[in-house]
C-alpha cells in the first residue's frame, strides 16, 4: 500500500485486528518490530513478539497492554529453528487461553 493511500487517521479507531494473533517474529523488542507490534495492539490485536534478551520485554509487553492490545514477549532466538518454533507454539498456548 502506498504512504499516498494510508489514510493514518484510522490508526487505533477500527479494531480492524480485534483478538487476531500477530505474531513478530523478529526484532519484535525493537526498532522497526516494536513499531509493528505497537500499531497492531493499537488496534486490537494479540501481539507475540520474541526477543534474544530478557530485557525490554516486560516493559512493551506493558506498553502494548496499555496501547490496547494483549502482548506476550517469549525469550527466543529466531535463527534457531528449535526456538522459532518453540516460540510460536508457547505464544499460542498462552494468548489464546487469554480470549
Excluded: Y
Excluded at 499516498?4 to 518490530?33: C, M, P, Q
Excluded at 500499531?39 to 490485536?45: K, L, P, S, T
Amino acid at each position: 500500500m502506498s504512504q499516498a493511500n494510508w489514510d493514518r487517521s484510522t490508526i487505533g479507531r477500527t479494531g480492524r485486528f480485534e483478538g487476531k494473533l500477530i505474531v513478530v517474529a523478529d526484532g519484535g523488542a525493537s526498532g522497526i518490530g516494536h513499531a509493528v507490534g505497537a500499531a497492531f495492539a493499537v488496534e486490537g490485536g494479540r501481539v507475540l513478539f520474541c526477543g534474544r534478551g530478557a530485557a525490554p520485554g516486560p516493559e512493551i509487553e506493558a506498553a502494548l497492554r496499555a496501547a490496547g492490545g494483549e502482548a506476550l514477549c517469549v525469550r527466543a532466538d529466531v535463527l534457531r529453528e528449535d526456538a522459532l518454533k518453540a516460540f510460536v507454539e508457547r505464544g499460542q498456548l498462552v494468548l489464546s487461553a487469554a480470549s
